[in-house]
């Protein structure tokens, strides 16, 4: 492959900003990086992005459901489109978040393993898709929680074997519905659907396997359970009861003091009309956020999340949009776009290659026009992205 060089005025690479920036590009991988300023010497095809073009790693969702399609009813349109079907809707989400810079996603729910094929199929032409980093069908409670998706287990025996399964096929990661969730009737957000004990099995075999688990936990005790158990990330994290939400201030230090990834539901696509939410959850937003605050405040490893797919304002290019609102809960814009690269590789177990421009890290590269650490809403002006070396089309 040839060398490629890409300039640009300025750069972001993960950690510090610099001025006018080469980075060398060759077989996918990151071999040069030049802050001097200087365009290269013959050799290497050049890409001169411009003066006001900021380069910076791609972002990275670590959480996303590429199946449902950020319909009504999403559900539904997943439960009854057969599997050819699914995978097309994929293939067009997973396109969606590449043109928006998103060159990693994981994938925290499909069926049949889809987001598996998919991500062969991507890996053969990295410039249509970002990498997906696919945990299979979550694993659940019979009815429980995305049960839809089949991925029910009971019993620690059971449990194991789900775990080894995923495993075996590939998986880059195990999900558990620890709590009940919003999507699914019968499957109160704030009940926990496994005891501590077989939520411990799933964690001890994912581990002795090389596997990260990231628990769907909503309530409380679900959380708390989560962070006993090692999980290495906690999805959601809403601290909701019965008729409110219960942010135990203790919780919240335990959480702000361990090394558990919290990958908090934030960003949403602005629009015309308010935002409608279920009765269930409006009544419990204002607390929510300031759970959120909270932990921020404390110092918790924050990821953004998107759960994008799941309506129609969390479509599957949403995640500039929550870099900008996480803002509104006190970090900072260099904070926030940290979260949604450097910090959001750690989380997803590829910091060494992604999330970062440095020598050996992937060629996932990201362009916007202006800096957006002045104005996060320069993210969605994309002027170019690279994923593994090829510029997306």
């Known amino acids: 492959m040839t060398l490629l060089a890409i300039h640009a005025g300025l750069m972001f690479d993960g950690t ?91 994938d925290l729910g499909d069926r049949n393993y889809l987001a598996l094929a998919l991500r062969a199929e991507l890996d053969r032409r990295p410039g249509e898709g970002p990498e997906i980093l696919a945990a299979g069908p979550p694993i659940t409670t019979p009815g429980g929680h995305c049960h839809f998706m089949g991925g029910a287990a009971e019993g620690a025996a059971a449990l194991r074997a789900a775990v080894r399964d995923r495993h075996e096929r590939g998986c880059a990661v195990v999900k558990i519905m620890l709590s009940g969730g919003n999507m699914t009737p019968g499957s109160p957000p704030h009940e926990s659907q496994y005891s501590s004990a077989d939520l411990r099995a799933v964690v001890d075999e994912a581990h002795r396997l090389g596997l990260p688990v990231a628990a769907h936990a909503h309530g409380t005790p679900a959380i708390r359970d989560a962070l006993a ?60 956020h300031e759970a959120l605050r909270s932990l921020y405040r404390l110092g918790a490893r924050i990821v953004l999340g998107t759960d994008a797919g799941i309506m129609p304002v969390k479509p599957h290019d949403v995640l500039p949009y929550a870099v900008s609102q996480f803002t509104a809960e006190g970090p900072s814009p260099l904070e926030a776009l940290t979260a949604a690269t450097g910090l959001a590789a750690q989380a997803c177990g590829v910091s060494d290659r992604k999330g970062r421009i440095a020598v050996g890290a992937d060629a996932d590269l990201l362009a916007v026009t202006g800096n957006p650490l002045d104005d996060l809403d320069r993210l969605r002006d994309v002027r170019a992205v690279f994923r593994a070396g090829f510029r997306v089309r």
């Not at 077989?27 to 095809?45: E, F, N, Q, S």
């Not at 599997?83 to 928006?100: F, H, K, P």
């Not at 994290?237 to 919290?262: E, M, N, Q």
């Open 16 to 106: 510090n900003l610099s001025g006018p920036t080469t980075v060398f590009v060759e077989d996918g991988r990151i071999t040069g990086v030049d802050t001097t300023g200087a365009l290269p010497l013959d050799g290497a095809d050049l890409i001169d992005l411009g003066v006001n073009a900021f380069l910076m790693p791609g972002l990275v969702d670590p959480h996303v459901h590429l199946g449902f399609d950020a319909g009504p009813d999403p559900v539904t349109a997943f439960t009854t489109a057969d599997d050819a079907e699914l995978l097309a809707r994929m293939r067009a989400a997973a396109d969606r978040a590449l043109q928006a810079g998103i060159t990693t996603v994981r």
């Open 229 to 288: 158990a090692g999980v290495d990330s906690i999805e959601h994290a809403t601290f909701v009861t019965a008729d409110g939400v219960d942010a135990d201030p203790a919780l919240l230090a335990a959480l702000a003091g361990s090394d558990v990834f919290v990958s908090v539901t934030i960003g949403v696509v602005p629009g015309d009309s308010p935002l409608v939410l279920p009765p269930e959850v409006a009544r419990r937003v204002q607390a929510v």
